[in-house]
């Protein structure tokens, strides 16, 4: 078998130290975020409190088991790779990184449902079967990936199967714990991802399209006064945010994965990034989607500005 084409993007060495970088970044910006969350969020956000505190540790487990025990370098369309993080349990790794995955995608799920409930579904029936339908959804989060986890091949016979597959041989890391297989059951694997995508996915639209619908569309009590309706607005606003963010940092590198699969394409770079992408979400979920949190950032950063104005006009003066 022929070298791949070897490029610093595509190396073990590029994706570790990355990771490390990301991992150093992520520990400040993951305290803002929870410090945003106790002591930041506004009243008229309390009902949410609490939900966005469990979507941010659902974020924080994923990055830790991301970019500290993992470190994935994945040969990707073959499920296999080695593992560059501290922890040598690579099948125990993969089911922490998608459960955690999968309880992020609930989470936001919650924050939609909530809203929707505090704003429209009181007086409903959906309010005798919502605290059943959050249970089941959680009961189901560490339950998706079970089948794979007990189907992992036996590891000498498949990663003979995997190098053979491959069109090259990518750069193996020095000092690496062993080559490991994921799966050699690509359907199994397809179907298990499509279910744990696909459940929150569309728990997410359906709540986002009743909100949506009662908020916009549906014919307003004529005594609503403007202000209402401009913060009903910005509300439908700061979910479509929430949405489309949710959507670039997710699903696009979980479609990367199955479109890599589907069609046998291999490329180290696109693999590496897919995998960093993952990494490096952080808190931008919450900071990007909800307008406290960004009018907090913008402070401290006018605040460090002004210090600093300050700061060169009082050296000029004693120049």
Same mark, same amino acid.
Not at 268 to 280: D, E, K
């Given at each position: 078998? $022929?070298?791949?084409?070897?490029?610093?993007?595509?190396?073990?060495?590029?994706?570790?130290?990355?990771?490390?970088?990301? /991992?150093?970044?992520? $520990?400040?910006?993951? +305290?803002?975020?929870?410090?945003?969350?106790?002591?930041?969020?506004?009243?008229?956000?309390?009902?949410?409190?609490?939900?966005?505190?469990?979507?941010?540790?659902?974020?924080?487990?994923?990055?830790?088991?991301? /970019?500290?025990?993992?470190?994935?370098? #994945?040969?990707?369309?073959?499920? =296999?790779?080695?593992?560059?993080?501290?922890?040598?349990?690579?099948?125990?790794?993969?089911?922490?990184? @998608?459960?955690?995955? +999968?309880?992020?995608? /609930?989470?936001?799920?919650? #924050?939609?449902?909530?809203? !929707?409930? #505090?704003? &429209?579904?009181?007086?409903?029936?959906?309010?005798?079967?919502?605290?059943?339908?959050?249970?089941?959804?959680?009961?189901?989060?560490?339950? !998706?990936?079970?089948?794979?986890? &007990?189907?992992?091949?036996?590891?000498?016979?498949?990663?003979?199967?995997?190098?053979?597959? *491959?069109?090259?041989?990518?750069?193996?890391?020095?000092?690496?714990?062993?080559? &490991?297989?994921?799966?050699?059951?690509?359907?199994?694997?397809?179907?298990?991802? =499509?279910?744990?995508?696909?459940?929150?996915?569309?728990?997410?639209?359906?709540?986002?399209? *009743?909100?949506? !619908?009662?908020?916009?569309?549906?014919?307003?009590?004529?005594? *609503?006064?403007?202000? /209402?309706?401009?913060?009903?607005?910005?509300? @439908?606003?700061?979910?479509?945010?929430?949405?489309?963010?949710?959507?670039?940092?997710?699903? @696009?590198?979980?479609?990367?994965?199955?479109?890599?699969?589907?069609?046998?394409?291999?490329?180290?770079?696109?693999?590496?990034?897919?995998?960093?992408?993952?990494?490096?979400?952080?808190?931008?979920?919450?900071?990007?989607?909800?307008?406290?949190?960004?009018?907090?950032?913008?402070?401290?950063?006018?605040?460090?500005?002004?210090?600093?104005? $300050?700061?060169?006009?009082?050296?000029?003066?004693?120049?």
């Amino acid at each position: 078998m $022929i070298d791949c084409p070897r490029h610093v993007l595509s190396s073990p060495e590029f994706l570790k130290i990355t990771f490390h970088v990301i /991992t150093i970044i992520a $520990i400040p910006i993951h +305290t803002f975020g929870f410090y945003c969350i106790i002591r930041k969020t506004p009243k008229h956000m309390d009902s949410v409190k609490m939900l966005l505190f469990n979507l941010h540790c659902w974020c924080v487990l994923l990055d830790i088991a991301i /970019t500290v025990f993992g470190i994935p370098y #994945i040969f990707l369309p073959a499920l =296999a790779g080695y593992q560059l993080g501290f922890v040598d349990a690579p099948a125990l790794v993969f089911y922490l990184v @998608v459960t955690f995955l +999968t309880g992020v995608s /609930t989470s936001i799920f919650v #924050i939609y449902e909530n809203r !929707y409930h #505090i704003l &429209f579904g009181r007086n409903c029936s959906w309010r005798f079967f919502r605290k059943y339908c959050i249970v089941l959804s959680y009961c189901l989060v560490p339950l !998706y990936f079970v089948a794979p986890i &007990f189907s992992v091949p036996e590891q000498e016979t498949a990663r003979k199967i995997v190098w053979e597959s *491959l069109s090259c041989a990518p750069e193996i890391p020095e000092g690496h714990f062993d080559f &490991f297989v994921i799966s050699l059951n690509i359907r199994l694997m397809a179907i298990t991802i =499509a279910i744990a995508e696909g459940v929150p996915f569309f728990q997410i639209l359906i709540f986002f399209s *009743l909100n949506f !619908y009662n908020l916009i569309l549906a014919r307003q009590p004529s005594g *609503l006064s403007r202000k /209402t309706t401009q913060m009903q607005n910005r509300l @439908v606003l700061a979910l479509f945010v929430q949405s489309s963010v949710t959507f670039v940092i997710f699903l @696009v590198p979980v479609n990367g994965i199955i479109l890599f699969v589907y069609t046998g394409y291999h490329n180290q770079i696109l693999n590496n990034f897919v995998f960093l992408a993952f990494a490096s979400h952080g808190t931008v979920i919450m900071v990007v989607a909800h307008k406290p949190y960004r009018q907090f950032f913008s402070l401290l950063s006018i605040r460090s500005s002004r210090k600093a104005t $300050i700061m060169v006009v009082n050296s000029d003066v004693r120049l």
